[in-house]
């Protein structure tokens, strides 16, 4: 057989094989989201629809400007029909109600008996509207890899949807499933950027070290400050969830703590990584010392504010349990061993100590393979020479 007839055999065997392992994936991830998830709340008789205020009936404004009590407004729902809902004035559910105002509507229906009850604004328009800048606003900055980061931001987005939560249902633990999925996470998201290269190995090594890292370090603390997934302020909830799933809601603490540092962790061995493939394509002559040391240098310049980021990233989630504990003036011994404040420190010193220790992991990875590679190319470059000087 000619070598070329091989060589199309070949190509085709490995495009094959291609589409057999696709398909697997697709099968399994399939067979993973077959879940059956539990009826924790009746919803029987009750739908959300959207539609259209038409009227005010009865205004619940008093004289002094205040509102108490709920309004009575006229509605236009999405299929035209006309009805009177109630409109209850809450800070977390209702809305204050004005002709012409898009709203969201519950709608319970018990026998021949309806009633409809205004949920909330309708933001479905402000979401999509800022969302679809995002994505416009990175294209349009980063070009082709904005592009690659937009299709990686929907792509983590999958992953959580798609593989994290139906593991969670299937009983798996939460952090076994989030380093999974903060694997496939970091993959996916340095593949589509960089591509197969070196620069992309080290970053993906390095950012793995480093949510490894962070994730020991909670657990540790955890055990240290006798803290744990059952300290959270929503516990009850969870319980109840945990009552009728699968779901261990005790390791979904440190399995958040490690998504939590997954994107500063990434962000700064991709720094590190891109300054040393920088430098060795600049000098390829310097040696792995060298290249670990630029590494290094360029890792402290970015490590301080990266974590700082991540720490006020932290900080600014539980700002309203911060200013309760300062407006109260609570003792500081009571703050100090209070488990909402010490599952927020937990969580920020944790992810602190995942970006620090991903600088030299990225920066030994990055002059390792580097180096590698051109010794290897290096080795078949002789190699061929050789050969060219036999013949």
Excluded at 304 to 312: K, P, Q, S, V, Y
Aim: glycine share 10%; aromatic share 8%; hydrophobic share 50%.
């Amino acid at each position: 057989m000619k070598p070329q007839s091989l060589a199309k055999i070949k190509a085709f065997l490995k495009r094959l094989a291609v589409v057999g392992i696709v398909f697997a994936l697709l099968a399994g991830l399939l067979q993973l989201n077959n879940v059956t998830k539990p009826s924790l709340v009746n919803t029987d008789g009750r739908t959300f629809t959207k539609a259209v205020v038409t009227d005010i009936l009865r205004d619940n404004v008093q004289e002094n400007g205040s509102r108490i009590g709920d309004q009575i407004v006229a509605l236009k729902l999405a299929d035209g029909t006309e009805v009177t809902a109630n409109c209850p004035n809450g800070l977390l559910f209702g809305t204050v109600c004005e002709p012409g105002m898009s709203v969201v509507v519950i709608a319970s229906k018990t026998g021949s008996l309806s009633s409809y009850t205004v949920y909330s604004y309708d933001r479905m328009t402000a979401v999509i509207a800022f969302l679809a800048f995002f994505c416009l606003l990175l294209m349009l900055v980063g070009g082709r890899k904005g592009v690659k980061s937009v299709i990686a931001l929907g792509a983590t987005f999958a992953c959580f949807l798609f593989f994290f939560f139906p593991l969670l249902m299937h009983g798996f633990s939460p952090i076994f499933a989030a380093i999974i999925t903060s694997t496939l996470i970091l993959s996916l998201t340095v593949f589509l950027i960089c591509g197969p290269t070196k620069k992309a190995l080290a970053a993906g090594l390095a950012s793995f070290g480093g949510v490894l890292s962070a994730g020991i370090a909670a657990e540790v603390f955890g055990r240290m400050a006798h803290l744990s997934g059952y300290n959270v302020p929503n516990i009850e909830a969870l319980m109840f969830v945990s009552q009728n799933t699968k779901i261990d809601v005790g390791g979904l603490l440190f399995a958040g703590i490690l998504f939590a540092s997954l994107g500063a962790v990434l962000d700064i061995a991709m720094d590190v990584s891109a300054a040393v493939t920088e430098i060795h394509e600049e000098n390829p002559e310097k040696s792995e010392r060298a290249l670990f040391k630029s590494g290094m240098r360029v890792g402290q310049d970015v490590m301080g504010t990266m974590a700082a980021t991540l720490i006020l990233a932290v900080f600014g989630g539980s700002l309203g349990t911060w200013v309760l504990d300062y407006v109260y003036d609570l003792p500081f011994l009571q703050l100090l061993n209070s488990n909402s404040l010490d599952i927020v420190i937990m969580q920020g010193l944790s992810g602190g100590i995942g970006v620090i220790l991903t600088v030299p992991l990225a920066a030994a990875f990055s002059a390792l393979l580097l180096r590698h590679a051109l010794v290897s190319s290096k080795q078949s470059e002789t190699a061929k020479n050789a050969k060219i000087s036999e013949a």
